[in-house]
């Protein structure tokens, strides 16, 4: 049964992957046997403190004995997405499993989000997934066999306020799913979202400005008590993109620690 978990000779394109939930699901992916090119953006890599975090994941995969790619480009300019798709593919040889993770995140109060706020998320966490899979899915159909996972949020089912914007973009990403999932159901391409909740990342951890805040965020968002790992994420994504996931597309998995269960 372990085969089915196996992903060998398999090449997989991740988004957003340099850190994170995109870099756990990435190494994952490398260490049960695919080949991978992860997308990330320098600028932001080296704003953030880890200027080397893609070369670093690339070493780490090819230490799993596959191969692996760096592909740089901010998604956010207008036709690189385009070009990072295609660049993994020259790299690659194709894209047999797809992991759409890049992503904005910008709390506020939903009256002070400005055109600019409001235009780069739509862009980032809408615009981009439906053009990565306008080119993704085509030629994963004609071969019979594709892999997408499309990374969501709790906030499309357990919305906080200061996030209506990215929290209706992640509800309108799923809608999407399902609706790919019905067209291509044939095809023998899946296609599924992955809702993570609060996840202890250096992005999250920058939101925050000081432990006392990182720990009243998660006494509100985790009823486990604790904000999830990167790597709490790993076996849901496994399964998803891989031939023990074949029977399972348009379907949402929450990876929340119950944070969108309902209290009764």
Known sequence: MKDRFDVSGRAAFVTGASRGIGRAIALALAEHGADVAINHTAAFDAEVGFPDAASELVDEARACGVEAFAIEGDLSVDGAIFDAFDRAVSALGRVDILVSNANIQIPCAFGDATAEQIDLQCRMNYRVPIQLLQRALPPMAERGWGRVLTIGSVQ?????????????????????????????????????????????????????NSEAQWQATIERASPMGRAGLPEDLVGAALLLCSDAGSFITGANLNVTGGADLPRI
């Open 156 to 208: 499309q089912s357990a919305p906080m306020i200061e996030l209506a914007v990215y929290a209706g973009l992640k509800s309108a990403q799923y809608n999407l799913v399902v609706n790919l999932s019905r067209e291509y159901e044939k095809s023998g391409v899946t296609i599924n979202n992955l809702a993570p909740g609060l996840i202890d990342t250096d992005r999250n951890r920058f939101l925050q």
